[in-house]
């Protein structure tokens, strides 16, 4: 079927490790971004990118890094985690202009 | 820098009343979109509003915008239990395709 997925669904590391969080998609849709969900904080944007190799900073890029070698692929890495990163990790896909539809989330414990 | 704020952030309701959530932004939007999440869920595009004026209706929810004073509403009709979940609104940038999410409204409908 068409989606979005994203891996793993849940993760704990520890401060310190690197950790990468997969999203995969099967529209081909141009557009795909990578949100945070905190309390208090609604969805922040941490990177987006508008094609394969096009990637740009959202709202609270730092200790994050991305990569978009695929048009389908959109990994996020924690190179160093750090309690302030655990989170709910959403990623999202879109056309131009058109509802971003959402992966289920990865939760991330970071202890 | 396009902010925004909806309110209220908790809602409890009783079923049958009607309610309505607000979403101001901070400047220029060119679209406006209305989410729902079910907890521990992903999120779920339910209206996109396109110009001054647009109305949305899907059931029990009713969207419009009104871009001069930057404020969208959604209103709820005859609450039923099955609408209790999370609503955000977020709105794009002139570029159209960066989403700026709200805090959400937490909605509670109590039989």
């Known amino acids: 079927d068409a989606g979005i997925t994203q891996s793993p669904r849940y993760k704990i590391t520890e401060t310190g490790r690197q950790v990468t969080l997969m999203c995969h998609q099967t529209?081909?849709?141009?557009?795909m971004f990578w949100y945070r969900q905190d309390l208090g904080h609604g969805l922040r944007l941490i990177y987006y990118s508008a094609a394969a190799d096009i990637t740009d900073k959202g709202e609270v890029p730092d200790g994050y890094v991305v990569s978009r070698s695929k048009t389908e692929n959109f990994p996020l890495t924690l190179e160093s985690a750090t309690r302030s990163q655990t989170s709910v990790y959403f990623c999202?896909?879109?056309?131009?202009?058109?509802?971003?539809?959402f992966g289920d989330g990865t939760r991330l414990s970071i202890l | 820098e396009l902010k925004v704020e909806q309110n209220p952030l908790f809602l409890s309701m009783q079923e049958g009343k009607n309610y309505t959530i607000y979403c101001n932004y901070s400047t220029t939007s060119d679209r406006l979109y209305w989410y729902r999440q079910d907890p521990g869920k992903s999120l779920e595009s339910l209206f996109v509003l396109l110009s001054n004026g647009a109305v949305k209706q899907e059931g029990r929810l009713m969207a419009s915008l009104d871009t001069k004073a930057r404020l969208s509403t959604l209103h709820i009709t005859a609450a039923v239990h099955d609408l209790s979940a999370t609503y955000f609104c977020a709105a794009s940038n002139n570029a159209g395709n960066m989403l700026t999410f709200g805090g959400g409204t937490r909605l509670m409908v109590k039989p």
């Open positions: 999202a896909s879109s056309e131009y202009s058109q509802p971003q539809h």
């Open positions: 529209w081909s849709h141009s557009y």
